[in-house]
Nanobody
Framework: QVQLVESGGGLVQAGGSLRLSCAASGLTFSRYAMGWFRQAPGKEREFVAAIRWSDASIYYADSVKDRFTISRDNAKNTVALQMNSLNAEDTAVYYC?????????????????WGQGTQVTVSS
């Protein structure tokens, strides 16, 4: 049974940083790519970043490139999202997701497994 559990959300001032973590279990990690998505009120779920377990290949949305960093810890089976220079537009519920296969995809419907989400609120 696949389980994804996010943590690390909270309230931060504009310009600040937060680090999200996703603990994964029940996966054959070498066969999966992991993604972070976010959803703001009244908006569709939006791709943020993705990483492949096997070789740590990475893909970012343009809106977060140079501010966010995705990484994985094979020993702890976790995927992290370091978020710097946060602004009000980053306010959303952030979700961890997993998809089987090597390609790094940005479409939410290509990810089969999802965490429960963690709220990130950036005050201006």
């Amino acid at each position: 049974q696949v389980q994804l559990v996010e943590s690390g959300g909270g309230l931060v001032q504009a310009g600040g940083s937060l680090r999200l973590s996703c603990a994964a279990s029940g996966l054959t990690f070498s066969r999966y790519a992991m993604g972070w998505f976010r959803q703001a009120p009244g908006k569709e779920r939006e791709f943020v970043a993705a990483i492949r377990w096997s070789d740590a290949s990475i893909y970012y949305a343009d809106s977060v490139k140079d501010r966010f960093t995705i990484s994985r810890d094979n020993a702890k089976n976790t995927v992290a999202l370091q978020m710097n220079s946060l602004n009000a537009e980053d306010t959303a519920v952030y979700y961890c997701a997993a998809r089987q296969g090597r390609p790094l995809r940005s479409y939410a419907n290509e990810y089969a497994y999802w965490g429960q989400g963690t709220q990130v609120t950036v005050s201006s």
